[in-house]
Structure formats: C-alpha cells, structure tokens
T-cell receptor
Framework: RKEVEQDPGPFNVPEGATVAFNCTYSNSASQSFFWYRQDCRKEPKLLMSVYSSGNEDGRFTAQLNRASQYISLLIRDSKLSDSATYLCVVTSTSGTYKYIFGTGTRLKVLA | DAGVTQSPTHLIKTRGQQVTLRCSPKSGHDTVSWYQQALGQGPQFIFQYYEEEERQRGNFPDRFSGHQFPNYSSELNVNALLLGDSALYLC????????????FGPGTRLTVT
C-alpha cells in the first residue's frame, strides 16, 4: 500500500462548481499535512497547511481526519485559474520532516 | 526577498556521465531537501541537508550524493547516469524550527540519453 494515496483524476468541473479531493495516508503517527498546487512543468507551490481543527483560506478549505487517516481539500466557486495538479503531502515522523507526496489529483476547470 | 533558485534549468547528459545540480535556499532558511519527480508522479524524497550534514535519506542508491555549504546552498551529484534518472529535480528549503513548510525552486529538468 502506498504511504499517501490520491485519486489521480482528472476532475473536469465547470466554472463556479465546488470540488473536493481526498487523500489517505498509511502512517498513523504522521505529524504535519499540506496541500500543494503544481502547474504543468512547474514547481509545487504551497497552497495551505492542514490543521487538526480544519482551516480555510478564501475559497479553499482543508480538513484533517486523524481517526480515518485522510485529509481533504474543498474548492468553492472554481475558477479557470484553479486548473492544476493538487498534491497531498504528509510528513514523516522522524523529526526531520521529510515530505511524502501523493501522486497528485488533476483538476481541469472548464469555461 | 529571493526565493529558492536552482541551476541549471535544463540539462542533457549521456548514460554513464555524472551531473551536478545546484540550489540556493530562500533567504533565512537553513535546511535543504532534494526531490526527484518523474513524469506523472509526485516528487520522491532523495535526501535532506542541515548544518552541512545529510540528515535523512530516501530510497535512492549511493550514486546520488549531496553537499551543503556554510551559506546553506546545496549541490546534488548523480554518478553513472541511467536513462531512468531522467526527471525533474526539485530543491526545497525550510527552517529547521517552526512550521517546517517547504518552499520549492523551479527545478532542473535532466534528460539522460
């Protein structure tokens, strides 16, 4: 079983739609969680950290469910510019915060 | 405030050759991590450097080695290149204390022929 699993998609949604991605992780002792956004042939950019209480940044909401070992990302009112690959990241427990990435979920927002 | 920079941006090498990639971290950051990203995959952790030492290593052979300099910049060296080493190599910098958020450079795209 992969350490971090994501549905690769693609998710094709119309502008204005709400879309949600889930990501599951296998190590229950994982400490920190992030969502990154990656545009085609570019570097990953930090979208948001994911906190136990859940957190929101504008149209984006991230949630963590430690009991079920998954994190989620909700995007409301999708824009064309949201089209990208969304990478789920879980850190290792070694104390050095090695990032473990999922394979990413592709989102395409259609006009 | 300069972000993470990497050089070169693109590189073409032949099987068996050696390559050195370079990274300068974001201002104020002291930790550098290297990742390999193959097409269609998420980045895979190679190793992390802090205080000029390799602090943790991923599942990569000894052909992959690195170095961190006193100014926190870092190099990734790959010896005896294989076709399968063709990938985007990403450097990320972070602080050794705090939120541990990592910020990525634009990457070096290595093609091995």
């Amino acid at each position: 079983r992969k350490e971090v699993e994501q549905d690769p998609g693609p998710f094709n949604v119309p502008e204005g739609a709400t879309v949600a991605f889930n990501c599951t992780y296998s190590n229950s002792a994982s400490q920190s969680f992030f969502w990154y956004r990656q545009d085609c042939r570019k570097e990953p950019k930090l979208l948001m950290s994911v906190y136990s209480s859940g957190n929101e940044d504008g149209r984006f909401t991230a949630q963590l469910n430690r009991a079920s070992q998954y994190i989620s990302l909700l995007i409301r009112d999708s824009k064309l510019s949201d089209s990208a690959t969304y990478l789920c990241v879980v850190t290792s427990t070694s104390g050095t915060y090695k990032y473990i990435f999922g394979t990413g979920t592709r989102l395409k927002v259609l006009a | 405030d300069a972000g993470v920079t990497q050089s070169p941006t693109h590189l073409i090498k032949t099987r068996g050759q050696q390559v050195t990639l370079r990274c300068s971290p974001k201002s104020g950051h002291d930790t550098v991590s290297w990742y390999q990203q193959a097409l269609g995959q998420g980045p895979q952790f190679i190793f992390q450097y802090y205080e000029e030492e390799e602090r943790q290593r991923g599942n990569f052979p000894d052909r992959f080695s690195g170095h961190q300099f006193p100014n926190y910049s870092s190099e990734l060296n790959v010896n005896a290149l294989l076709l399968g080493d063709s990938a985007l190599y990403l450097c990320a910098s972070s602080l050794s204390r705090g939120s541990y958020e990592q910020y990525f450079g634009p990457g070096t795209r290595l093609t091995v022929t």
